[in-house]
């Protein structure tokens, strides 16, 4: 999601934010990926619990991808 704001990402995670991304691996827990200056509001009222900020959204997947 860039800056079309994705409402599957509202759906699964609680929140309407651009410029994140929410991984969905098959048998493992959700990653909900957001900005540094949305990774604060995201902790307190996303209900996805595994949040993490990137500075480069692409290298943070692929990381995810081993």
């Given amino acids: 999601n860039t800056t ?7 759906y699964s995670t609680g929140m309407d934010l ?3 991304a929410l991984l969905i691996p ?3 827990e959700y990653v909900f990926f957001v900005s540094e200056m949305e990774f604060q509001r995201a902790k307190q009222y996303s209900t ?12 943070e997947l692929k990381k995810q991808k081993d």
């Fill in 26 to 28: 098959k048998n493992k």
């Fill in 18 to 20: 651009e410029y994140c």
């Fill in 4 to 10: 079309i704001k994705d409402p599957n990402i509202l």
């Fill in 48 to 59: 996805i619990k595994n949040i993490q900020k990137y500075k480069k959204l692409g290298e």
